[in-house]
Nanobody, 121 residues
Framework: QVQLVESGGGLVQAGGSLRLSCAASGLTFSSYMMGWFRQAPGMEREFVAAIKKSDFYADSVKGRFTISRDNAKNTVYLQMNSLKPEDTAVYYC?????????????????WGQGTQVTVSS
């Protein structure tokens, strides 16, 4: 049974930083594309970042967020710096086959339960 468990969300002031973690189990972690998506109230889920051997970012977070993975720990991270109020959302970790598109939610087979990130102005 595949499980993805996110942690590290919380409340932070604008300009601050948070580090999200996603611990995976039940899959061959190193074989999967790992992604982060987010969903704000009333909005569709949107791509944030993904990593297999290369990393990919949404334009809105490029230069502020960094995705990384530790295959020995079956964990993917999202370091978020210079946070803005518009970054407020539930952040989801996802795992998908590496030959599919990295930026599309439909490409991912497994999802975590999400962690809330709130950035105050």
């Amino acid at each position: 049974q595949v499980q993805l468990v996110e942690s590290g969300g919380g409340l932070v002031q604008a300009g601050g930083s948070l580090r999200l973690s996603c611990a995976a189990s039940g899959l061959t972690f190193s074989s999967y594309m790992m992604g982060w998506f987010r969903q704000a109230p009333g909005m569709e889920r949107e791509f944030v970042a993904a990593i297999k051997k290369s990393d990919f970012y949404a334009d809105s977070v490029k230069g502020r967020f960094t995705i990384s993975r530790d295959n020995a720990k079956n964990t993917v991270y999202l370091q978020m710096n210079s946070l803005k109020p518009e970054d407020t959302a539930v952040y989801y970790c996802a795992a998908g086959a590496p030959y599919r598109g990295a930026t599309t939610a439909k490409s991912y087979d497994y999802w975590g339960q999400g962690t809330q990130v709130t950035v105050s102005s």
